[in-house]
C-alpha cells in the first residue's frame, strides 16, 4: 500500500528565504505527482504535475522535482512571500492501469512566511 | 478559467440521516472523484468514477456511499444514514480526456458535519 511522508510538518521562515519541502512515497509505481496548495478551510489548488518521466517542473517560484526511483519528490519556493502561507501536499498517482488513478496523499506541510 | 463547483458549502445533519453532496466537475473532463479530508489528517480517496460507473473505490467507500451522475453536469455523492465519524471535508475532483497525464481538479469542498 502506498505511503505518501511528507517533512518537515510545519515550517516558520523569514520573508524572502528559499525553502525546499520534502515528499517521500514508498511505492516508485507511479504514473505522476502533484503538489498542491491548501488555505486554511480552503479547497486544493494544484500547483505542478510531474509526469514520471520528468525529472522536474517549474512554474514562477516554484520548482517541483522527482526522483521516482528513490521515492522522492521536492518543492523549491523562492523568495518565499507572506502570501505563500499556506498547507502544501503532495499526492500520488498510481501506475496501475485499469481505472485505479485515485491519488495518495501526505498529511502535507504548514508553510508560515514571516513578513 | 473554469472550476469545479460544490453545494452546499456546508451541510449540518443528525446522525442516521441521508446526504447528498453536490458537484459540477469542469464541462469537459470524463473522470470525477470524490476525496474526503476529516479534520487534522490526510486527504483520502473515496471513489473514483468514468462511463457512468465506478472504476476505483476504497475500502472507505462502503455500502452507506453511493455515486451518480443524474445529468450531463452534476456528480453527486450520497450517504445514506451518516454516522459522527462521517465528518470531514468533502472535495469532489474532475480530470479531462484520456491523457493520463491530465491533472485532477479539486472543488472548494463541502463541510459536513454530522450531530
Known sequence: KQEVTQIPAALSVPEGENLVLNCSFTDSAIYNLQWFRQDPGKG??????????????????????????????TLYIAASQPGDSATYLCAVRPAAGGGADGLTFGKGTHLIIQP | EPEVTQ?????????????????VPISNHLYFYWYRQILGQKVEFLVSFYNN????????????????????????L???STKLEDSAMYFCASRGTFSSYNEQFFGPGTRLTVL
Open chain 1, 44 to 73: 486544493l489548488t494544484s500547483l505542478l504535475l510531474i509526469q514520471s518521466s520528468q525529472r522536474e517542473q517549474t512554474s514562477g517560484r516554484l520548482n517541483a522535482s522527482l526522483d521516482k526511483s528513490s521515492g522522492r519528490s
Open chain 2, 7 to 23: 453545494t452546499p458549502s456546508h451541510q449540518v445533519t443528525q446522525m442516521g440521516q441521508e446526504v447528498i453532496l453536490r458537484c
Open chain 2, 53 to 76: 460507473e465506478i472504476s476505483e473505490k476504497s475500502e472507505i467507500f462502503d455500502d452507506q456511499f453511493s455515486v451518480e451522475r443524474p445529468d450531463g453536469s452534476n456528480f453527486t
Open chain 2, 78 to 80: 450520497k450517504i445514506r
